[in-house]
């Protein structure tokens, strides 16, 4: 009888972002029933006009709740795996922000005018030490600090993770 397979189920998920004029919680991902290890988040933006702006990356203890969530597909990295959590971006602001724990990054980014194409602006690299996401109601967003975002901003992210059960 072969040994069962203990490795963790890694995944990925790339997708268009399209945040409010004055975003809060632009992207979010929460824990399903598995415990996630996120390791990288990467976003590269592009507006009409050139603009900077500081990104935090938050954790909280409790959920958004309110506004209106578009649910982002994720794939797994081996075909033999079913599909893991889902990673959520608001077309509408959340009503009421979840319980802050903390901000876990402050990213300072330059957005690019289009005309010289999306650039990489946000790069937090956890492969070493992941963020970890326990189920029950902890969520790690990238938060806008209700700053009002230029026109015309483009915006593509891809998360990679790891989700087990330690």
């Not at 991902?29 to 900077?52: D, E, P």
């Amino acid at each position: 009888m072969p040994a069962p397979d203990y490795r963790p189920r890694q995944y990925t998920a790339n997708f268009v972002v399209s945040p409010v004029a004055t975003p809060t919680d632009f992207i979010w991902m929460l824990a399903g029933a598995n415990i996630v290890k996120l390791r990288r988040i990467r976003v590269w933006a592009g507006a009409t006009a050139a603009a900077g702006y500081t990104f935090q990356v938050v954790r909280r203890s409790t959920l958004n709740t309110g506004g209106t969530v578009v649910p982002n597909a994720s794939i797994p990295v081996d075909s033999n795996m079913s599909g893991g959590v889902a990673i959520f971006t608001y077309s509408v602001n959340p009503t009421v922000l979840g319980t802050l724990v903390g901000v876990l990054a402050n990213v300072p980014a330059i957005i690019p005018a289009v005309a010289g194409g999306i650039q990489l602006v946000v790069d937090i690299d956890a492969r070493e030490r992941p963020l970890i996401i326990h189920p029950g109601g902890e969520a790690i967003s990238i938060f806008g600090n209700s700053v009002s975002f230029g026109a015309g901003l483009s915006m593509v992210a891809q998360y990679e993770w790891d989700e087990g059960e330690s």
